[in-house]
């Protein structure tokens, strides 16, 4: 049984910074493409945030996040991250991490193959 299981959420004052990490079971994780989307205001799609192409360890970004957030992996723990710095109350939102089919230049729900369960993220004076 696949599992992704997001921790790190919270509540942060604008300029702080949070990290996020998703432990994966039941798969295995050098396998496949990673990423984190989010979703910001309830009943709105997920936008997809970052990715990195397990072929050839690309990372991509919403325009939004460049320089702030960075992704990254660890295949010997199973676990994916993602660092977020200098967060803005417009990053609030509940955050997802996802073992994807691809990376692509758009990341959108139709590149999932698993998703994780998600974790809220506050960002507030």
């Known amino acids: 049984q696949v599992d992704l299981v997001e921790s790190g959420g919270g509540l942060v004052q604008p300029g702080g910074s949070l990290r996020l990490s998703c432990k994966v079971s039941g798969l295995r994780l050098d396998l496949y493409s990673i990423g984190w989307f989010r979703q910001t205001t309830p009943g709105k799609e997920r936008e997809g945030v970052s990715?990195?192409?397990?072929?050839?360890?690309?990372?991509r970004y919403l325009d939004s996040v460049k320089g702030r957030f960075t992704v990254s992996r660890d295949n010997a723990q199973n676990t994916m991250y993602l660092q977020m710095n200098s967060l803005k109350p417009e990053d609030t939102g509940v955050y997802y991490c996802a073992a994807l089919f691809a990376c692509p230049a758009t990341l959108t729900k139709y590149d999932v193959q698993h998703w994780g369960r998600g974790t809220p993220v506050t960002v507030s004076s």
């Open positions: 990715c990195i192409d397990v072929r050839n360890d690309n990372e």
